[in-house]
């Protein structure tokens, strides 16, 4: 063929695929509230690249491990995959501190495995998010070597240093520092500089136009690849107010208040929209968006021009386990931030991640004789709400946490850290260590359990963190074989949303607010309406919908072959979908 005309197809075909397949189907009438775009009808699938699949044996996960596998992720049903840091990277925080970001990882690859991976994941329909991690970069990045080598270097003002003359800086806390203390001596030029999070993350200063332009540079160095999105890492904390105010007492309870939007966010996000977003097909997601639906929807307000979608971590940051805070306050939460996001704007829906616990151990229950209902439940709960969806791999298979035992099997720089302050405040280890079995973010980064061999599959080698050692039966192989397993029960849900526009688009209606075990909404979209009945605890749980269901249809339930529904009754972690009929 014609390279001319071959590009004018591919790039037809990129148009094709790119617009919103639902606004495709003309008898589906959208309103302009909900203005349909193709990562709004997206499942998005998360890879953390270390614990996925390794190829070559040394217990690292890898790009060509991943490569292997995109028969599994494509079957899944998924639309995109957003994958963890996989530049190069001293590993301080797991790819999270960045030497290098135009190179890959030596442990995951080169880049000729990316450009594959790239290709191989189009091949398949399935779009590529990577994560952006330009709030800091790591110590051992060259902008920062030049940087603290002098006060007259030109790299100085790529982040924030403090003349140790001027006396102590005022204090700013850090989120993984032993001493919580987010500026740190260098003698070399008889300065502090700033690290909110790990020592060896020092802030980039975004108030530099040449920091920002560095990056919109390396952005479009990727883009031009052909990658399909962003997701911004810890943007929120980019912009400082330099001025350096003391911090209010109580600070501490809602840092988000004093770290996150700082003075000038707004306009670097927007400039960005102007000098890169606005170029590209491309989906952007914002990790965290201040403290509030008000916050979110400066970042996502699609008139302001900034990113298409934001997290809210108030869902996720209640608590230990859903028992503590319960369910009504959890309904309350999401409630409240669907209402902001009605009319304008939009949102990502996810109860795991990298940084969490397993979805399963926090929001469900993981004991042998709950673990399977209660994960088809939440997969149920995630699929159904309005928002894109987030699903951590794992989830689907209804991995649980692993509980280490001792502080020897984290590798976490924020477990480790936060264990050495304690230990060097004579604190509460032993107690620390009980906590960190529900809230380590190690227990959802244990590697992937593909089947019944050695290291369930995952590695030939020694794994860099333990397998969770329930994978004999707890596995994909396992799991395909059985029609009604989590996996394949995850399949069903990925099928619903992505035929069903009224879970995609559809108004958000709450019933049975006080109910405190029962999750209860409707999705209406054009006439069609959508019942989703969630019951949160291991007891049959009655509910009270004032609808009549007589005449509705079951579309999915996850107990297996369920007729009919129980007017005022849900199993233990029972989930159904109905669509009501009048
Ligand atoms: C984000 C990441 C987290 C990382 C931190 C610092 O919160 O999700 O894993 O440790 O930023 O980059």
Known sequence: MKPIIKSFLFSALILFTTESTIAQNMSVKMTQKNDPKWWKEAVVYQIYTRSFKDSDGDGVGDLKGIISKLDYVKSLGIDAVWLNPIYTSP???????????REIMKDFGTMEDFDLLLKEMHKRGIKLVMDLVVNHSSDE?????????????????YYHWWPAEKGKPPYRWSFFDVNSDAWKYDGQTNSYYLHYFSQKQPDLNWENPKVRYEVYDMMKFWLDKGIDGFRMDAFQFASKDTTWPELPKG?????????????????????????????????????????SPEDAMQFVDPDRKELNMAYH???VDIGKHLKDFGLVKYKEIFSRYDEAFKDKGWLSIFLANHDQPRMVSKFGNDTTEFREISSKMLSTFVMTMRGTPYYYYGDELGMVNIRFNSIDDYHDVDTRNKYIGLKNKGGDLNGFLEGQKQTSRENGRTPFQWDDTQNAGFTSGKPWLKVNPNYKTINVEAQEKDPNSVLNYFRKLVQLRKKEPTLV????????????????????????????????????????????????????DNYPNTKQLNNSMLRPYEAIVLELKK
Not at 91 to 101: L, R, W
């Open 505 to 556: 688009y559809g108004n958000y209606t709450l019933l049975d607010k006080e109910n405190p075990n029962v999750y209860a909404y409707t999705r209406e979209l054009n006439g069609k309406k959508l019942l989703v009945l969630l019951n949160f605890t291991d007891k049959n749980s009655p509910y009270k919908i004032g609808i009549p269901v007589a005449k509705s249809k079951i579309i999915l």
């Open 251 to 291: 600070y501490e309870k809602n840092i988000i208040k004093y770290y996150g939007v700082g003075p000038h966010l707004h306009e670097y996000l927007q400039e960005m929209n102007r000098e890169i977003f606005s170029k590209y097909d491309i989906m952007t997601v914002a990790e965290g968006a201040g403290s």
């Open 91 to 101: 590993n301080d925080d797991n790819g999270y501190d960045i030497s290098n970001y």
């Open 141 to 157: 990045h060259e902008w920062f070597k030049q940087s603290r080598s002098s006060r007259d270097n030109k790299y100085r003002d």
């Open 313 to 315: 971590f108030e869902s």
